[in-house]
C-alpha cells in the first residue's frame, strides 16, 4: 500500500497524487489518499473528487499499519524511530526535506506514506499516460464551459494567460514568500507570441479579472476572459486551460498543470524566473526541459 498525503490547493494535490501513482505503479501496490489535513483546514479542500482517479481514501487502520499514528500507539513510536535509522527511500515513511528532485525516491520500495509536496515531474515520469488519463474531468461542464471549450477548440492559436493574485496579494507570509509575477513578465511574453503567431486570442484565467483586464496591453492583444466560474469550479478551469495551445503561466501550480496536461503539438509555454519571490528552494527540476523562461525583476 502507497499512502500520499494531500495538502493544499488542486495544483499541489495534482503533484502529491502524481507521485503516489507512479510509486505505486512501479512498486505493484495500491494508493490510497491520506485526506485528513482538509478536516482541520479552513482555505483548502479535496479537489480530486473531480477527476477519474484511481485511489480510494485511507483509513485510520490504514494509517496505522503504516505506523503514521504513532502517537496513540507506542510500538508505532518505536518503528517510526527505527525507521528514521533507514536509507530515505527504504523507510516507511517518506518526508520530503528538499524541494529539488531527489533521485533516490524513485526507487521506494513500498509500502510507503508520502508525505511532501514532490513538484517536479521526474517523480512521475514513465507514468505520464496513466497521469492524463486519470487527470480528465468526471464532473460534467456546464453550458459556459462548454461553450468556452468549443471557443477555444475552434481558435487558430489559443493563449492561455494565467495571473494569479489572490491570497499572495492579501496574505503577508504569501507575499513574502512567493510574491505576484510583474506584468513585465507577461508583456515579454505576450510580445514573444504576438510575433511568432498570427492574430492568437488570449484566454485570460486570474482569481481577480478585473485587476487582470486593468493590467494586460488590451489595445495590442485579442483577450478573452474565462471569468465565470468560481474557487469551487477549479477543475472546469483547468481543463479549459489545457485546451489551448500555448501558455503563460504564473507562479503557480495550477496553471502549470494546466499547461502540463495541455496536449497540443508545437506549444510553447513561458514560465516566470525567479519562481517564488523570497525563498531559498531550487526549482530548476520543476520545468519541463522544452518549457521558456521568462527572467522579472
Known amino acids: 500500500m502507497i499512502v500520499t498525503r494531500l495538502n493544499g490547493g488542486l495544483g499541489n494535490q495534482l503533484f ?8 505505486a505503479e512501479v512498486t505493484g501496490q495500491t494508493l490510497k489518499l491520506d485526506t485528513e489535513k482538509f478536516k ?30 504513532r ?16 536509507p530515505a527511500h527504504l523507510r516507511r515513511i517518506i518526508r520530503e526535506t528538499n524541494f529539488h528532485f531527489q533521485p533516490a525516491l524513485r526507487n521506494i520500495n513500498g509500502p510507503a506514506y508520502l508525505d511532501g509536496d514532490w513538484q517536479s515531474p521526474e517523480y512521475f515520469k514513465g507514468a505520464e499516460g496513466q497521469l492524463r488519463r486519470e487527470f480528465t474531468l468526471c464532473s460534467p461542464l456546464d453550458h459556459q464551459d462548454c461553450a468556452a471549450e468549443q471557443e477555444i477548440q475552434a481558435t487558430n492559436h489559443s493563449v492561455a494567460i494565467h495571473i494569479r493574485r489572490g491570497d499572495l496579494v492579501s496574505d503577508p507570509t504569501s507575499n513574502e514568500t512567493h510574491g ?5 513578465y507577461y508583456d515579454r511574453a ?12 488570449f484566454f ?7 485587476w487582470a483586464i486593468q493590467n494586460l ?12 466560474n468560481g474557487p469551487e469550479k477549479d477543475y472546469a478551469d483547468l481543463h479549459l486551460m489545457s485546451q489551448c495551445q500555448h501558455h503563460i503561466i ?25 519562481w517564488f519571490k523570497n525563498s531559498p528552494k531550487n526549482t530548476s527540476s520543476l520545468f519541463p526541459i522544452e518549457w521558456e523562461t521568462i527572467y522579472c525583476d
Open 71 to 86: 502517537r496513540q500507539d507506542p510500538l508505532a513510536l518505536f518503528h517510526y524511530l527505527l525507521d528514521k535509522l533507514r
Open 16 to 23: 502529491q497524487y502524481a507521485m503516489g501513482r507512479r510509486t
Open 190 to 201: 505576450i510580445e514573444e507570441l504576438l510575433q511568432k503567431l498570427n492574430t492568437p486570442k
Open 204 to 210: 485570460l484565467f486570474s482569481d481577480d479579472p478585473r
Open 40 to 69: 482541520t483546514c479552513s482555505l483548502r479542500n479535496y479537489r480530486l473528487i473531480h477527476f477519474n482517479i484511481e485511489a480510494t481514501i485511507a483509513t485510520q487502520e490504514d494509517k496505522r499499519r503504516l505506523h503514521i499514528l
Open 180 to 184: 505576484t509575477v510583474s506584468m513585465d
Open 250 to 274: 504564473a507562479n503557480s501550480t495550477f496553471s502549470w498543470w494546466g499547461a502540463w496536461l495541455g496536449r497540443k503539438p508545437h506549444k510553447r509555454v513561458f514560465y516566470p524566473t525567479p
Open 217 to 228: 496591453p488590451k489595445e495590442k492583444i485579442q483577450l478573452r476572459p474565462i471569468d465565470h
